[in-house]
T-cell receptor, first 115, second 116 residues
Framework: DGGITQSPKYLFRKEGQNVTLSCEQN?????MYWYRQDPGQGLRLIYY???????QKGDIAEGYSVSREKKESFPLTVTSAQKNPTAFYLCASRNTGNRAKNIQYFGAGTRLSVL | AQKITQTQPGMFVQEKEAVTLDCTYDTSDQSYGLFWYKQPSSGEMIFLIY??????QNATEGRYSLNFQKARKSANLVISASQLGDSAMYFCAMREGSGGYNKLIFGAGTRLAVHP
């Protein structure tokens, strides 16, 4: 089945530790996104990538880093500089073709907590 | 600034009845898109329906329809014949422009509970 796979489902971070969240898609989408969701709130954009080897900061990029070495993969690293990392993280991808409605499709998310 | 407002933190509906979830938006762009997503307790965001700013007809997808009133800047979601499985958080989102990176701006969401 085509879709977006995020792993792990739950992740715990110790003080001063960097952790990496995985996002893989087999939809052949060019664009990929990372969002953060805090309790009772909507999603906020962390980073996005339109194409391999290119990515841009979103609204809340501080304390996060990404890479886009393959079309299928867009991992997110939560660094020790992110002082409040506890949140639900969602990855999305989008077909950038001319006839696409620019709909973003989401993975099942990773819930990150601080020990 | 661009903004999505969902004024209903929670809604209740009886099974098999219709329910309307409100969404208003603010943008100065002429070209934009409006989306509704469903988020069950599992967390995944499920795309429901899309309305482009230039679309003349209201969008429909099965039991979902979008009541688009451009002059009032509202894009309400109507769910007909509610089912128990419709219980979830519902988010309205807006995409600005027709190009670029297609950033989505989300509202705070409405929690819908369907009662038997």
């Amino acid at each position: 089945d085509g879709g977006i796979t995020q792993s792990p489902k739950y992740l715990f971070r110790k003080e001063g530790q960097n952790v990496t969240l995985s996002c893989e898609q087999n939809l052949n989408h060019d664009a990929m996104y990372w969002y953060r969701q805090d309790p009772g709130q909507g999603l906020r954009l962390i980073y996005y990538s339109q194409i391999v080897n290119d990515f841009q900061k979103g609204d809340i990029a501080e304390g996060y880093s990404v890479s886009r070495e393959k079309k299928e993969s867009f991992p997110l690293t939560v660094t020790s500089a992110q002082k409040n990392p506890t949140a639900f993280y969602l990855c999305a991808s989008r077909n950038t073709g001319n006839r696409a409605k620019n709909i973003q499709y989401f993975g099942a998310g990773t819930r990150l907590s601080v020990l | 600034a661009q903004k999505i407002t969902q004024t209903q933190p929670g809604m209740f509906v009886q099974e098999k009845e219709a329910v309307t979830l409100d969404c208003t938006y603010d943008t100065s762009d002429q070209s934009y898109g409006l989306f509704w997503y469903k988020q069950p307790s599992s967390g995944e965001m499920i795309f429901l329906i899309y309305q482009g700013s230039y679309d003349e007809q209201n969008a429909t997808e099965g039991r979902y329809s979008l009541n688009f009133q451009k002059a009032r800047k509202s894009a309400n979601l109507v769910i007909s014949a509610s089912q128990l499985g419709d219980s979830a958080m519902y988010f309205c989102a807006m995409r600005e422009g027709s190009g670029g990176y297609n950033k989505l701006i989300f509202g705070a969401g409405t929690r819908l509970a369907v009662h038997p």
